[in-house]
């Protein structure tokens, strides 16, 4: 059988397209109408690659929730540093002035 793609008039209502067959055995023309999945059904390969896609995006927004949490955490862990860093600048000033009037003390002393 061989699709001779012309499109019939009497079942092209609406957006089906419809071909005649013609055997080479026959000179009788065969009609087949080609019917369109509705937009709610989909070929396999293409719920596939949709699911992919879904996944891929669930995937990335997951990625970026973390992202954002573990940059927030390092902000954090920074600041606790600065702030320990401080205190230990403030001690080591404190005891450097300490040891400094303790050896004008024994210095006196010696005198």
Do not use: F, W
Not at 69 to 88: D, G, S
Not at 90 to 99: A, F
């Amino acid at each position: 059988m061989a699709v001779t793609g012309d499109e019939t008039e009497s079942a092209a209502t609406g957006d089906i397209p419809a071909y005649q067959l013609r055997s080479p055995n026959s000179s009788l023309a065969q009609s087949i109408v080609l019917a369109e999945s509705p937009s709610n059904m989909q070929s396999p390969s293409s719920q596939h690659a949709e699911e992919i896609t879904r996944k891929r995006e669930v995937r990335l927004m997951k990625n970026r929730e973390a992202a954002r949490e573990c940059r927030r955490k390092k902000k954090e862990y920074v600041k606790c540093l600065e702030n320990r860093v401080a205190v230990l600048e403030n001690q080591n000033k404190t005891l450097i002035e300490e040891l400094k009037s303790l050896k004008d003390i024994y210095c006196h002393k010696a005198e």
